[in-house]
């Protein structure tokens, strides 16, 4: 399996831009994790979906972010309009399901706005 | 709501010496998982080790192992022969069955070792 795959693994842009991160889960996972990792606050879960559905998105800063599954091999995580306090590593995840212990990385997506 | 506290933010070890990274954690549940996950400096989280809380006995994998202690709510990782690939930032976390089944992340402790 080629595990978690995420894209554009860098990302540089300019304040006010629309970003658009991209992930595709493990085949056969029900459960995907959005993760925000920064220095001064290190690793935050802004969101995460099972079976595609949103279960709990409470992590999500604030309403110029935004996350989508439209099914199971695909999801997106969109910041419109981007800040320069938007600036981190992006991380997605994937688990088998919302129970089973283990979350399997993707290798992040480092953000960059200038 | 659970937290977990890894009091060392950086270690450093001499290669093929042994070094422990502590980390604690707080709850009321009595059935939960913890982990440990390493992230070099290409940044993937890398799942090292894990444990449940219902079994006594302590994980290992290799030359990495834990030393769990569930009434104390500490949950230490042991690496042994330490080698220069392990150097890297390691996170502790927990996951219970409640709270919306999410995992709870440590700030971190930086491993450096040195040859």
New interface residues.
């Given amino acids: 399996d080629a595990g978690v795959i995420q894209s554009p693994r860098h990302e540089v842009t300019e304040m006010g831009q629309e970003v658009t991160l991209r992930c595709k889960p493990i085949s056969g996972h029900n459960s995907l ?1 959005w993760y925000r990792q920064t220095m001064m606050r ?2 935050e ?1 802004l969101i ?1 979906f099972n079976n595609n559905v949103p ?2 998105d409470s992590g999500m800063p604030e309403d110029r972010f935004s996350a989508k599954m439209p099914n199971a091999s695909f999801s997106t995580l969109k910041i419109q309009p981007s800040e320069p306090r938007d600036s981190a ?1 992006y ?1 997605c ?1 994937s688990s088998f399901d ?2 089973q ?5 993707g ?2 997506t ?1 953000l960059l706005v200038l | 709501a659970q937290t977990v506290t890894q009091s060392q933010p950086e270690m450093s070890v001499q290669e093929a010496e042994t070094v422990t990274l502590s980390c604690t954690y707080d709850t009321s549940e009595s059935d939960y998982y913890l982990f440990w996950y390493k992230q070099p400096p290409s940044r993937q989280m890398i799942l090292v080790i894990r444990q449940e809380a219902y079994k006594q006995q302590n994980a290992t994998e290799n030359r990495f192992s834990v030393n769990f202690q569930k009434a104390a709510k500490s949950f230490s990782l042991k690496i042994s022969d330490s080698q220069l690939g392990d150097a890297a930032m390691y996170f502790c976390a927990y996951k219970g069955n409640t709270g919306g089944f999410k995992t709870i992340f440590g700030a971190g402790t930086r491993l450096f070792v040195k040859a």
């Fill in positions: 994790f290190g690793l879960l995460y279960i709990d590593v991380f995840a919302i129970l212990e283990t979350q399997y990385f290798p992040g480092r």
